[in-house]
């Protein structure tokens, strides 16, 4: 289709789709994949370890000679010197989330990166347009990890008819009717974090990938309201723990101490018991682990017959 061409020309990929830059899990071998495959493979900056995050950069350059993106979490840490990293790597696309990037965006335009932050609001995508986003990715409530409140139909039209710049939805797609249905919403392409979970190349723990397989539509459950940052995970010993004690007289260093080390105790680990395992409400539509340019493929011919 002429518009979703939009994001390809943009970002110089064959298929309008982005690995979404999952924390502590989207590493340079899953990413390198997905762009192989023709989409945008994201690698997560999410540990702050300048270090690592510089060796992922370089790995993926030597899997794959298509574009990649970084993600930054921007409550995390080192953000000013990720930034800069990703400036002096001339990272192809950055993806944001969790606040604004305004005050890096031009040193990344600067750099010659595509900026592409995203957000759970027509506010945040209005601010972001003009502070110089080439892209949005507008992202429901329906996906893993930190969420917002609108779901992904309500959103996703909402922000195209109030911005002017592409409008990437994400949140509740897993294969090519999602994305139809993305399509049909305004959207020029789509972002996909939770299938890839299942994906070859994803090194989570094989406990991870298990639960991910094994999970029914109702599977997730959301916890953090209470501090203001809301995650969206699978239903787990310690999710239903922790949203137990969301209502109790627990103080909020103590609530905010409980989740600390869960999410590698699940991706590391595949600790049944502490783990935090992060995942859409689409984890009940995957089924089967498959080599992650397969699942592009697959998404794409799934819509294309669709659009026609």
Request: with cysteine; net charge negative.
């Amino acid at each position: 289709m002429k518009r979703t061409a939009i994001l390809c020309d943009l970002l110089g990929i064959r298929y309008p789709l982005l690995q979404g830059g999952m924390a502590h899990i989207s590493d340079a071998r899953l990413a390198a994949a997905v762009s192989n495959g023709g989409g945008l493979g994201i690698i997560t900056a999410a540990s702050g370890n300048l270090e690592y995050i510089a060796a992922q950069i370089d790995e993926i350059r030597t899997l794959t000679d298509k574009p990649f993106g970084v993600n930054i979490m921007l409550r995390g840490n080192n953000i000013d010197e990720i930034a800069k990293l990703i400036a002096e790597k001339k990272v192809p696309v950055v993806t944001t989330g969790a606040g604004s990037p305004a005050e890096y965006i031009p040193m990344w335009r600067e750099a010659g990166v595509k900026v592409i932050p995203v957000v759970s609001t027509t506010t945040m995508a209005q601010l972001m347009e003009r502070a110089g986003a080439d892209a949005v990715v507008a992202e429901g409530t329906e996906s893993g990890g930190h969420v917002g409140e609108m779901t992904t139909m309500a959103l996703v039209p909402q922000v195209c008819d109030t911005v002017s710049i592409p409008v990437i939805a994400a949140g509740g797609i897993a294969d090519g009717r999602g994305f139809a249905a993305a399509v049909m919403l305004g959207a020029v392409g789509v972002q996909i974090g939770t299938r890839f979970l299942a994906a070859e190349e994803c090194t989570i723990a094989p406990e991870y990938k298990e639960r991910v397989l094994k999970a029914k539509d109702s599977s997730t459950i959301v916890t953090g309201r209470r501090l203001g940052h809301p995650v969206r995970s699978l239903k787990t010993a310690f999710s239903r723990a922790y949203a137990k004690a969301e209502y109790t007289d627990i103080s909020d260093e103590a609530l905010d101490a409980m989740a600390v080390g869960t999410l590698r105790a699940a991706v590391v680990d595949g600790d049944a018991k502490r783990g935090c395992f992060l995942a859409g409400q689409v984890s009940g539509m995957v089924n089967k682990i498959q080599p992650a340019a397969e699942m592009v493929a697959e998404i794409m011919a799934q819509a294309e017959e669709l659009l026609k």
